[in-house]
């Protein structure tokens, strides 16, 4: 950061202490999924998440750091690019740090930051490419961990279909631990994910109790491979499930009916990306 950003960033920063502060209150709005909507904008906690979103080309909208932060040259790094992105940066006492995290021992960082979806109709998989479908997914701790998951194994993004939860929730993006920022998300509704999915050349592989094939006897190599997960509820509906090519059991012991969505999502992109990962391979 040059002398001349460092000065333009210090200069621009808010100091706030008051909770009725109207940039305060936005945020605070931000646990909410009717707000997160109308501001079209979510929050990410934590300062290696921040750099990470704004190297990813994320565009922020503010920059929220504790005091003690102040000094601390990442933040104030953070800061000046905040503020060279047009973005809004305050520095915040505990108190109010604490209440728009509602955490009493929050992250010294938090960034609101705009959202972003991709567009169904530009996912065209290539050969080799992994593409996850969740089928109304509820829970935001299964959301998050199956993005996080895609992201570890270097699959491409994650096609949300019907009501879902929402990505961008405070417990979502949590769980994410920052991978929400690399993983592209569309989000469509069952009737079009069934017109999607007739253009799909790859293999489509749906995951079932009732499912005869073995997960493991599976040859996923050579073309683009869309898995499909079900409901944590109801798993998957028979039109969802009529539209695999393959419907893929893993085996259980023990007395649980299922596994835990997340879980069993991680279990088959193990699979499916078996060839793929090796431990040297990471850039
Ligand atoms: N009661 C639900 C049912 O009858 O399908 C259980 C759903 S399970 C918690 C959520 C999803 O995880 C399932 O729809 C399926 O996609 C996947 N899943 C969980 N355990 C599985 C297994 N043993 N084999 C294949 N898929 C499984």
């Not at 704004?54 to 601390?72: C, S």
């Not at 992250?107 to 998989?125: H, N, Y």
């Amino acid at each position: 950061m040059s002398e001349h950003e460092h000065r333009r960033a210090v200069g621009q920063v808010k100091e706030v202490t008051s909770l009725a502060n109207p940039l305060v209150k936005d945020i605070k709005a931000l646990a909410l999924k009717k707000f997160r909507d109308q501001q079209h904008a979510f929050m990410a906690e934590g300062l290696k998440l921040v750099i990470d979103a704004l190297d990813l080309g994320w565009q922020i909208r503010t920059l929220v750091f504790a005091k003690a932060g102040r000094g601390n040259p990442a933040v104030e790094k953070a800061a000046a690019r905040t503020v060279a992105a047009g973005g809004t940066v305050l520095e915040v006492s505990e108190k109010v740090l604490s209440a728009i995290t509602r955490r009493d021992n929050p992250q010294m960082v938090v960034g609101v930051f705009s959202q972003r979806f991709a567009a169904l109709k530009d996912i065209r998989p290539k050969p080799g490419d992994v593409w996850v479908a969740l089928d109304r997914v509820r829970d935001p701790g299964n959301l998050g961990t199956v993005l996080r998951t895609v992201d570890a194994v270097g699959a491409r993004g994650v096609i949300l279909v019907g009501d879902t939860t929402d990505p961008f929730a405070v417990e979502t993006v949590r769980a994410t631990m920052g991978s929400v920022f690399a993983v592209p998300v569309a989000k469509t509704t069952q009737g079009e994910f069934l017109a999607w999915r007739k253009g799909f050349s790859g293999i489509v592989a749906g995951t079932h109790l009732k499912g005869a094939v073995d997960y493991r006897s599976v040859d996923f190599s050579g073309r683009p491979v869309l898995l499909l997960m079900g409901n944590e509820q109801q798993g998957l509906p028979d039109e969802l499930a009529a539209s695999c090519d393959r419907l893929l059991r893993i085996p259980q012991a023990g007395r649980a009916d299922s596994l835990n969505l997340a879980v069993a999502t991680g279990v088959m992109l193990y699979e499916i990306r078996r060839d793929a990962l090796t431990l040297e391979a990471r850039p």
